[in-house]
Structure formats: C-alpha cells, structure tokens
C-alpha cells in the first residue's frame, strides 16, 4: 500500500530518508495485520501472554524509567513565546526542527517504519479531524489499532481531505536525556522522540486530539476538552448527555462507566467517551459533542467489580495491560483487584509485598470502546450528541463542595479556569500536590491559556442555548482523612440534580460562589452517612473560599494583559460578593 495523496507520499519519502529505516509498512488497521504485530511482539518479548482466562491479553512492561507524561519535556513550538503562554513550555520551532532531526537522524536503523493513516472521530463526520502517525514501534501501532478509526478507510478521507496532522515518533533509546514531545500548531505536526508512553507515544490522543485539536478548534471556532461524554437515561426514558473535565487519574473512566446502584432501578447510564470531547456548536446554537476516539486508554489500578464493574468486564478479553503485575499463573494483577495474588511485579521482579506497589500506580490498560457492556452506539454518530451540561472537577480533600452550579456561562468558564486538583501518578513529579489544572487542560492546551479562556467566552456571545457549568468534587475528606462521599456509582444522585437543574425542575441555595443543592434534594436514602457530612459536603466556608478566590486571582494574574476583561470581571465580582 502506497498513497495518490502527494503530500502525504513525499512527508514519508523525507521521514524515511532521515531514519533510514530498514522497511516501510503501511497500516490497513484489519484485524490480520494486528495479530501479526501481535505475534511479533510475543516472538520479541516485547508482549507477555497472559492465561487463558484472560482471552487475547497481553501484558506490555515498558522501560521502568518510562511510565507516565512527561512534562517538563513538552513543548508547544510557536513563533512568539506569548502564544505558547505561560502553561506551557515553549521553544522556537527552527531550534526545535534542528534538536529533532538530530535525534530522528537515522534512528530506525535496523526497524520497521509504520505509517498509520487515523481518523479521529466518526470516518463520515464532518467534526472529526485525521492524522497519520509514522512511528518504529510495534506497541504503538498495536495499541493505536485499538485506540483509533485506523488504516485503509481514514486514508480515503485523507485523500480526498489532503488535511491531515502529521506524527513522527520513535522510541529511540529510552534515554530519559533524549526524550522530548514537539508540537508544531502551525504546521499541524507533532515530533515525539525517547518514549514509548501512551501519552506521549500514541500521538492521536493528547498530542493531537488535544494539544493540535485545540490549536486547531480556536481558529475554526470549536472546542477540543479533556472531557468525557455521558448518557444519563431516567426511568421515564428521557435521556441527557453530560461532558465532565477532570484531571487524569481522577476518575473519568468510572463516571463515563457508571453503573446505577441498586437503589437507582430503571436508570440508564451509556459510555460516549471517557476521556476527550470535541464540541461543536450546531445551526441551532447547541453545542455537540463527539469523541475522537474509538477506545480507552484507562488506569488499571482500583478497577474491580465494585468499583467500575463495565470497566473491570471490558478488559476481561482482547486488552493490552502496560505495567501490571501477575499472579503464578500468569493472570494480570493490580492494586485492589480481588482474586489472585501477585508474584511478579510491574518491572518483571519477584513481588515480595514490601518492595512498592505490585502494579505501577499509572498501570494501563487499552481496549476497543466496543467491549464495554455500557458502549453508546452513538459514539458513531457522525452528528454528535447534544451536551445539556458542562461539569468541571478535581480531586479536593477540603474547600469545593461536593457539587455547586454557575450562575451564567462567564462564571462557569470563570469557574473552569480556577480548577485545582492534587496531583496523580499519570505524570511524573510530586503525588498529592494542590495544583491548578484549569478545565482540567493544564498539561494538553495547545497555547496560551489567557487567549482559550477569551475563545470559551465567545461561546457566550455565539449562543444563548448552550449548557449548563456545574463544578464537582467527589474527593472530600473529614479530619481523619476518611472520604465523606462515597463516589462511583452513588454520583448517579448528584448527576441526577444537575440534570434537574438543566431542566428547570429545582430549587437551589444562591451562594457567593454559585448555587448549591438544599441538602434534602440530593437523595442519600440508603447511603451510610451522617447528615453532618452532608453539611460539610454542601457547606461554603467564606473565610476559605476568600483565600481560594485570592489565590486564583494571583494565579490569573500570571497571564498579564491577555487575560480576558471579562474573565478579571467575573473574579471581581465573586471576590466582592465574598467579602
Ligand atoms: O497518558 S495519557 O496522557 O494518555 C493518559 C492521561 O494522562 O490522561
Ligand atoms: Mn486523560
């Protein structure tokens, strides 16, 4: 397979001529090709079989000092610094084209070089973007396969598009001092070099789907988010679909996977995405949803039959798992998982119980979308679905209540912007550290984010239909450091109040910092709590929230005169209230 895309063949020529690798192949995406990767990888050692309870399973142990996104080697590579902004790290793209070729510089000597056209997004809509990613990684393809629309159809539509994001990327050595991840927005190119990390490696998802998409979606006027995308059906078949932001590691997988409790019979909840969502606005002011991808990339650790039982099923066959453990019998093992018991741990060592985690805390698991028992076949609609509620959140032991709406659209994006979160092992540093992650974007906003706020506060201007902002915390904790909610599929209650309040349909409490439930209209029945914990849950401490109110201030303040008027506007507003 070759291409009559001119400029595709030749960007190929060129990659080949500078990585003189020793073959070129070309994806088709079938299923043949992926078990012949697959086959590959177990002759290589690069894959483990796991046993066969665990049908089409393999385990992948990535180079220990190569397990999560790394940050401080990103760069977004714009002409001026400003527009890269200050969340970002920036180089100059010439500086940057010469570091790269230089280390691309026959680096796939010796390899194969993939060529794998995607599609991100339904292949017959008109919101979905491509790209073609050249990498030397079997892993990659493999799990690309898994994670987008890849191979002969997404190479039709970037033929007759000849539009398309171009991805170069090698595992080189794995030398964390070789190892950089390039974003070039201008020229819709991402340069990824010395990791072979999903995020950083599997460039369709955070590299192009957010970082170029959202580059991308400012100029076209769309929007591309670290969201998930969820189907909420009520016993009377009335169906909502809701987009939640929250950082990495904080637990979309589950809320897009939810499943009612008992207490919630005749309820429905179906998986859009659960991890990235591009919203468009349609010819009638509402704003549509689709997810880019076509599978999950989700961390394995805490996934069990209580906790996300759709997610715990999907990966019972056909998942590739990076970094777990296993037991003797070579059955994948993590952290809270409830049968079995480790032997060998993520690095391939004998597992005592006392040296570290068994499964790397950033463990993963890729699987098709189409696996999960709770798949919404309008994943595939070329139309999207039309989103009633934007929810942002982050993991806070104290301060932000358990759910609060805002008052407008300025005040939500206002809302979004002041998002902090503590820290997870999805990127290297520090665990546990309150950082801000505004709309939960911080490491995957393509440029500067005083100019992505001003393009969220357009949305203002262009529609007056669009969706609710609500902000969510499931992670409150008491003084022992207990969680006073008890989250996974109990947050069915909460969703259920703000689908309530889309609809008009109750009452709430106007606080400075927005509105809040009256306590008896989030339903508790069944739940083993104490009506103090929802006090603490619902309660608006002034004293607190004028010091977060200042420290966003300050933080806002970082983007200097490109912050938007408006945004300072609403900031004063919230503060003088609070006062
Ligand atoms: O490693 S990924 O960036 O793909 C996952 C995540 O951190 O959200
Ligand atoms: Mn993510």
Redesign the pocket.
Known sequence: MTTSNESLQQWVDEVAMLTKPDNIYWCDGSETEYQGLINQMLDSGDLIKLNDNYKNCYLHRSNPTDV??VEHLTFICTPEEEDTGPNNHWMQPTDAHMKMDDLFSGCMQGRTMYVIPYCMGPIDSSYSRCGVEITDSPYVVANMNLMTRMGQPALERIEQEDRFVRGLHSTGELDPERRFIMHFPEELMIQSFGSG????A?LG??CHALRIASSQARTEGWLAE?MLIVEIENPEGEKHYLAAAF???CG?TNLAMLIPPESHAGWKVRTIGD?IAWLHLDETGQLRAINPEAGY?G?VPGTNENTNPNAYNTIQSDTIFTNVAVTADNEPWWEQKTTGVPTIDWKGNPFTGENGPAAHP?S?FTVSARRNPAYSPLADDPAGVPISAIIFGGRRRTLAPLVYQAKDWNHGVLIGAGVASET?A??TGEVGVVRRDPMAMK??CGYNFADYWDHWLQFGERSDNLPKIFHVNWFRRDEDGRFLWPGFGENLRVLRWIIDRCENRTEAVETPIGYLPHAEDIDTEGLDMQPSDMETLLGVDSASWRDEMQAIGKYLQGYGSRLPEKLSAEHRKIAELLD
Do not use: C, E, I, Q
Request: proline share 8%; glycine share 8%.
């Open positions: 999560a996104r990390y999903g995020g950083n599997l998802k955070k670290h950082p990495s590691a979309k991890d990339f961390v950033n993963r997870t999805a990127a490491p995957f």
